[in-house]
C-alpha cells in the first residue's frame, strides 16, 4: 500500500515539474525581452569621407604586387631602394611608464636585445606607436602591428647539470 502512495506521489510531482517546466519555456525570462533604447541613446556614426585621391594609386600597387586570392601570392613587399630588406627581429616586450614607451626585440642568435622608441629605426622600419601589448612599424611599403612572442627556442642546460 506504502508503494502504491508513493508511485503515485512520485507521479503527480512528474506531472506537477513537467507544467511548471511547460510554463517557464513558454513565458520566457525577463532576460529575453528586448531592450528599449532610447533615440537620444543611439549614436549615429558620421559619414567617412572618401579616399583622398593620392592613396589609391598606392593601393592599388599593393594589391597589385600581392593578390588576394592568388595561389602563387608573394610575401611582403621588397623593400623600397635604399632600404635594405632585413627580417624583423622577434618582438620579446613592450614597457609602458611614466609617459614613457619602449618595445623590446630579441633578434635571432646570442645578440643583445634591441629596445626603442617611438619614431626609432629598425631594420628599415619606423616604430610609429607602441601600445599595451602591440607595437606598430612602417615603411613605404606599409604598415605591420607586431605582439609579443615568447622565445620557443631549446634552451641549452646549465654546465654540469644535463639530464642523465
Known amino acids: 500500500m506504502i508503494r502504491r502512495w508513493s508511485r503515485a ?23 529575453d525581452a528586448a531592450p528599449v533604447v532610447e533615440a537620444a541613446d543611439v549614436a549615429v556614426p558620421d559619414r567617412a569621407s572618401p579616399p583622398a585621391p593620392r ?3 598606392r593601393w592599388v600597387d599593393a594589391v597589385l604586387v600581392r593578390p588576394l586570392f592568388d595561389p602563387s601570392r608573394k610575401g ?15 618582438l620579446a616586450g ?11 626585440f630579441q633578434p ?11 619614431g626609432d ?4 622600419w619606423t616604430v610609429r606607436s607602441i601600445a599595451d601589448g602591440a607595437v606598430t612599424l612602417g615603411r613605404a611599403g606599409g604598415t605591420r602591428t607586431l ?12 654546465s654540469g647539470q644535463g639530464a642523465r
Do not use: C, H, Y
Open 9 to 31: 506521489a512520485l507521479g503527480g510531482l512528474a506531472v506537477l515539474l513537467l507544467l511548471l517546466l511547460g510554463f517557464e519555456l513558454s513565458v520566457g525570462s525577463p532576460d
Open 55 to 57: 592613396d589609391i594609386p
Open 76 to 90: 611582403e613587399p621588397a623593400a623600397p631602394a635604399g632600404q635594405t630588406a632585413e627580417p624583423l627581429p622577434r
Open 94 to 104: 613592450v614597457l609602458l611608464a611614466d609617459g614613457d614607451r619602449r618595445a623590446i
Open 108 to 118: 635571432d642568435g646570442d645578440k643583445k636585445p634591441v629596445v626603442v622608441g617611438e
Open 121 to 124: 629605426q629598425l631594420s628599415g
Open 147 to 158: 605582439r609579443p612572442k615568447l622565445d620557443t627556442r631549446p634552451r641549452p642546460s646549465p
